[in-house]
């Protein structure tokens, strides 16, 4: 180039020709022009050297869920971990609990802290970068480990049979952008009515119109959440459950096909129906969801720059429940996470994670469904340039934030206690990935991974220590912390 601040015509019409001169460039062209960059680049050598064994592994994770075409991943991760207390405790092979139920008040919670945000940002103009903040981040589906346990805290849960998925939890793009217009229009009022000097009450008073409206609105999208129900499920022999509200399944299995002297103890219990009438989603998960969320630690890896080990950030005006637990993260390394998380998984208790999902992922290639490994695709060969960043670069400059979250359900361990790769439960279907599941190699997820969510059991306490008593940093929703953590991006 001539003057280096300006492409001369002459420099690319040169460049064209040298790569028309060449084998390997005519052969990458050809390849990715008719399949796409991730077919092209896959390495089948490598790819096939990979095998979903491992040596840790939950036994019973319940069926793979899908969150379908909405942003719940969070939500999926989160409860896919407490339901495995639930399937544990009714000694079943399946239980899900009900997502929608936990958007209808996700959205509600959102759009009240979203306008309680403009209320208290009543008198910046309107070019305000925290108010647009606010503005962008409104109702929509992302969220994090900390919101799903704060709904479930207030709000409880429910079976997913007593509240269904529905068009717009399956795909909540069009309930999103009326939501999104109602929340506005009533940011708008209150903008107004503030710079007409109105009092904080009557500005309260017009947030209070609308979250009526956002109510009849979610109401009419995603249907009623249950205040009360009545819990009707078949559970296991050795359920751990109130006696007085079982009642035995008749005629028992088997009954017919065994004498009694050649039944084991176990095989005797006749199957059992558990009753429960007229229960709140609270006391729903009081008695069958044995699941603490305050009991969690939210380790992050966030190496460099002014991201430091042993402090907790937490996001400016991202809460979205009010009077709720704040939304924080430990900054640690990776050994930290890696050590909690195995720790957790040998105990039996899976672990939300998430992770930047789309890098280096050929996640359409039907040969080699869900294997996320840095040496799977060879992106720099066929492309003949470089692209390798550390951890620490891309999040530097913003090439990589945690933008999926799903659930580790096992490990492989080397000799000496190592992990070399994850096993992962997604949220995307039995159909995608390779049986709703991924291979996810050891180092792929150092560069790419970099949260767990892990009991406190599970955590050194030293780290616990940061945790409890450490500083907490408040961050902008702009600054490079928040955008690692993928603040605007979580789906």
Not at 457 to 473: N, Q, S
Request: aromatic letters at 8%.
């Amino acid at each position: 180039m001539s003057d280096n601040t300006t492409i001369d015509p002459s420099w690319a019409a040169e460049k064209g020709k040298s790569f028309s001169a060449d084998r390997a460039n005519r052969v990458a062209r050809n390849a990715v022009t008719s399949m796409n960059v991730m077919a092209a680049a896959r390495d089948v050598s490598r790819m096939r050297t990979y095998h979903d064994t491992y040596g840790v592994m939950l036994a019973h994770t319940g069926n793979v869920t899908n969150q379908r075409q909405s942003g719940r991943c969070w939500m999926f991760s989160s409860f896919n971990v407490a339901r495995a207390a639930t399937i544990k405790l009714l000694d079943v092979d399946n239980f899900e609990f009900s997502q929608a139920f936990g958007m209808f008040y996700d959205k509600l919670e959102k759009a009240n802290s979203m306008l309680e945000n403009v209320i208290a940002l009543a008198d910046r103009p309107e070019d305000d970068r925290e108010l647009l903040e606010v503005l962008d981040y409104g109702v929509g589906d992302g969220g994090y480990w900390c919101f799903a346990m704060n709904l479930i805290s207030k709000w409880g849960l429910v079976p997913k049979d007593v509240m269904p998925e529905t068009a717009c939890s399956k795909n909540s793009s069009e309930m999103d952008a009326q939501l999104e217009r109602l929340t506005r229009r009533a940011a708008c009022q209150i903008r107004h009515a503030a710079a007409a000097g109105e009092s904080k009450d009557k500005l309260r008073a017009i947030k209070d119109k609308a979250m009526a409206d956002v109510y009849q609105l979610l109401s009419v999208c995603l249907g009623e959440p249950p205040a009360t129900f009545d819990l009707e499920v078949k559970v296991g022999k050795n359920a751990k459950v109130d006696a007085s509200k079982l009642t035995p399944i008749l005629p028992e299995e088997g009954a017919d096909d065994a004498k009694e002297g050649d039944k084991k103890d176990d095989d005797k219990k006749p199957a059992m129906l558990l009753r429960d009438a007229g229960i709140t989603p609270r006391e729903f998960a009081e008695r069958y969801v044995p699941f603490d969320p305050a009991n969690y630690v939210d380790l992050v890896y966030m190496p460099g720059g002014n991201r430091v080990f042993g402090t907790s950030y937490h996001v400016k005006v991202t809460d979205s429940v009010k009077g709720g637990r704040p939304n924080k993260f430990l900054n640690e390394p990776q050994d930290v996470l890696e050590a909690a998380a195995v720790a957790s998984l040998k105990a039996g208790v899976p672990v939300s994670m998430s992770c930047d999902v789309m890098q280096e992922y050929p996640r359409h290639i039907d040969d080699f469904p869900g294997v996320l490994a840095t040496d799977g695709v060879d992106l720099e060969g066929l492309f003949g340039v470089g692209l390798k960043m550390s951890r620490e670069d891309m999040l530097e400059v913003r090439e990589t934030s945690l933008t999926h979250a799903m659930t580790f359900q096992g490990v492989e361990l080397d000799g000496d206690g190592k992990p070399v790769a994850w096993r992962v439960e997604n949220s995307w279907g039995k159909d995608a990935c390779k049986d709703g599941y991924l291979y996810m190699s050891a180092d792929w997820f150092r560069v790419y991974g970099g949260e767990v969510v892990v009991r406190r059991e599970f955590v050194p306490a030293e780290v616990l220590r940061d945790w409890d008593e450490g500083p907490v940093v408040d961050v902008e929703p702009w600054d490079g912390i928040a955008a690692g953590l993928g603040i605007n991006r979580r789906d």
